[in-house]
């Protein structure tokens, strides 16, 4: 039973965090007050959507409603009353689903604009963006209890990615920019409206989740948690891989390919048993074009160059699995410098192309495209370098900086594999820098450096088993 000191406690921070952050956001919604740009309104709410249609997708991954390991496994299945259970899960739930509309709220404002910070059209922003947040949490509860709603929640993020598509390429944002204040808040009390509608539905269903979803959710967020406590992603996302082949009956069939070239074919067939990834990987290359097009090319590039890089990790499993047991590469009869150099096939296709895309799809130019092709040896030599890096070394010491410790341990394992993709597309850094009239000695430089980076690597790394 909580007492008056547990709620003091709770009451204090809460007025220590508003009074750290208050400063800072009223900052930030003064810097909101300009006129918005017709050309930028539909790339940004294109931007907006994409965001949220993640923030949905996540959400539905999560569960959300999970609990801990010890309230899992004792008071879940005991005769208490479930919504009594789930008490603390369902608070957390609401303030993250607040936080997170407050965010995308302000996301609206920036985008769409608050000449003067009008409060009708401030406050619908504001509305809109905790009715999505709500509501989507309240949805994600709800396609945990019953499998419709778990339907019309993945219907919702398809009609997000949608609407963000229609939004960046036609201009149906201006005429949202350029609603009167009263139709905007018509809008806002709409959405304020099917969000409490979900929230009461939501709470209503909370006895009636089962205790098998919320012990499976359960399961993944342990997981979860453990893998960040002890700083080791890779735990996670061999879950993760472990789970999905868990469940499968595959066919035996023999492959077109014999020899070195099976590892390679690997890979192809694997992407291609997930088309749900393969469109997300090709819808992505849009978003760099985008964040220029709203007018954040710093998130173009850093938009740019993490696609870039996932792409080339995607296919990169095998390398994976060499590392954890190389007595399957053995069986084969593949020495460790052909299998890395087949290895390295597919991520750099696959990167070469995703970036080829996304460059041509910016209208950079005719050359930029083939930039892209260019730097595809250094994208699966740092997609090849994450794949092989060792688990996290937490006994490397700790560096004090003026700005806080951090540790190196995990600071080079992020670095790893990164560190060389930056290194190998100098030459195109430096093009994008200088922007000649004809890159072409640029496009050879990039060229060189990128396979002589990758026959260096396969040379030299190549010694030791995969």
Aim: glycine content about 10%.
């Amino acid at each position: 039973m909580r007492r008056w000191q547990d709620r003091y406690t709770t009451l204090f921070a809460i007025a220590v965090v508003l009074a750290v952050v208050g400063q800072p956001v009223a900052s930030l919604l003064g810097d909101l007050a300009h006129q918005a740009d017709p050309r930028r309104v539909g790339s940004g709410l294109a931007l907006v959507a994409v965001a949220y249609a993640g923030c949905l997708a996540l959400v539905r991954m999560a569960g959300p409603v999970v609990l801990g390991a010890a309230d899992a496994s004792w008071r879940l299945l005991s005769p208490l009353p479930r919504r009594t259970v789930l008490g603390r899960t369902a608070r957390t739930l609401l303030v993250v689903s607040v936080l997170g509309g407050l965010v995308l709220g302000v996301a609206l404002v920036s985008v769409l604009g608050a000449p003067d910070l009008l409060p009708l059209r401030l406050t619908a922003a504001l509305v809109v963006g905790l009715g999505a947040g709500l509501g989507g949490m309240a949805l994600g509860v709800l396609g945990q209890a019953f499998p419709t709603w778990d339907t019309r929640l993945q219907a919702l993020i398809a009609l997000t990615l949608a609407v963000a598509v229609l939004m960046a390429v036609s201009g149906p944002g201006r005429a949202l920019a350029a609603l009167p204040a009263g139709l905007t808040g018509v809008l806002a009390c709409c959405v304020a409206a099917v969000a409490a509608f979900l929230v009461r539905r939501a709470w209503a269903a909370l006895d009636r989740v089962p205790a098998r979803t919320i012990l499976a959710a359960s399961a993944r967020s342990g997981r979860v948690a453990q893998a960040t406590v002890t700083l080791d992603p890779g735990a996670l996302t061999w879950a993760v891989e472990d789970n999905h082949w868990r469940g499968l009956a595959l066919r035996s069939r023999r492959w077109p390919v014999t020899g070195a070239w099976t590892l390679a074919w690997q890979e192809v067939r694997r992407i291609t048993r997930r088309p749900v990834r393969l469109t997300v990987l090709a819808g992505a290359t849009a978003l760099p074009t985008l964040a220029v097009n709203a007018g954040l090319p710093q998130v173009a590039a850093a938009l740019t160059a993490a696609g870039a890089l996932m792409a080339a990790v995607s296919v990169t499993s095998g390398a994976r699995r060499d590392g954890d047991n190389p007595a399957l590469l053995r069986m084969l009869a593949v020495g460790s410098r052909a299998a890395l150099a087949v290895r390295a096939l597919p991520p750099a296709l696959l990167g070469a192309c995703w970036l080829g895309a996304a460059l041509w799809l910016s209208g950079a130019g005719v050359w930029w495209p083939l930039f892209g092709l260019a730097c595809g040896p250094v994208l699966a030599v740092g997609a090849l370098r994450m794949a092989r890096r060792r688990p996290i070394d937490h006994s490397m010491p700790v560096i004090d900086t003026p700005g806080g410790a951090i540790p190196t341990g995990p600071l080079l394992w992020a670095l790893t594999g990164v560190d060389l993709a930056l290194l190998g597309c100098v030459p195109a850094f430096l093009a994008l820098a200088v922007r000649p009239a004809d890159p072409l000695l640029f496009l050879v430089a990039q060229t060189v450096t990128g396979l002589a980076l990758l026959c260096g690597y396969v040379m030299f790394s190549g010694r030791r088993p995969a």
